[in-house]
C-alpha cells in the first residue's frame, strides 16, 4: 500500500492506495448525461487505486501540427494563437486517482482561471487543487470533455510505501 504526502509540508494527502500496473482504458462517457443530471465521465481509476501516467500530462501546453489529445484524458484542442494545436509538455509519471481518495484537497482560490469548462475542470490551465498548507499539489480533471482523475505532480508529492 502507498500513501502519497505533500513535499512542502509532509501531510497525507492521499492513501493507502494500490498501484495498478498500467493505466486503465479510460471511460467512453464523456459528456453524457447520467441519472444524477452530472455530465462528468466514470472515474478513470477505482476507489483505492493508483496508476502512474507515463505520457507528459497537463500544462504547460506546447503548439503541436497534429490532432490529437492534449493530453491524456483530454480533448484535442485548437492552438488559439496559431493555425495548429495543443499539446502537453507537462510532467511524466503524474499519480492518477480517484478524485475522492485525496478529498482533504482544497480547490485553488482562483478555481474560475483553472476551470476552463462549462461543468467543472479542464486541467489546461496548470494545478488547480492545493494541500491544506496551501502548496499546489495536482490538477482535477472534470469537465465533460474530458476523463474524470485527480492527477498530483510528482514534483509536489512523494510516496511511502505503508
Not at 504547460?60 to 499539446?87: I, Q
Not at 492518477?96 to 489546461?124: E, M, N, R, T, V
Request: with cysteine; glycine share 12%.
Amino acid at each position: 500500500m502507498t500513501v502519497f504526502v505533500c513535499t512542502a509540508c509532509d501531510r497525507s494527502i492521499a492513501g493507502p492506495l494500490t498501484k495498478l500496473p498500467e493505466v486503465p482504458v479510460r471511460p467512453m462517457d464523456q459528456g453524457f448525461p447520467k441519472a444524477d443530471g452530472s455530465r462528468r465521465a466514470t472515474p478513470t481509476l477505482p476507489l483505492g487505486f493508483f496508476a502512474l501516467e507515463p505520457e507528459p500530462w497537463g500544462a504547460p501546453l506546447l503548439p503541436s501540427d497534429e490532432c490529437r489529445e492534449v493530453f491524456a484524458g483530454g480533448p484535442c484542442l485548437s492552438d488559439p494563437n496559431g493555425d495548429g494545436f495543443l499539446v502537453s509538455a507537462g510532467p511524466r509519471n503524474t499519480v492518477i486517482l480517484h478524485p475522492d481518495d485525496a478529498s482533504g484537497l482544497q480547490p485553488h482560490p482562483d478555481w474560475k482561471k483553472h476551470s476552463g469548462g462549462c461543468c467543472g475542470f479542464d486541467g489546461q490551465s496548470g494545478m488547480n487543487q492545493l494541500c491544506p498548507c496551501g502548496a499546489e499539489v495536482g490538477t482535477l480533471i472534470s469537465e465533460c470533455n474530458t476523463a474524470y482523475e485527480l492527477h498530483l505532480d510528482p514534483g509536489q508529492v512523494r510516496s511511502i510505501t505503508a
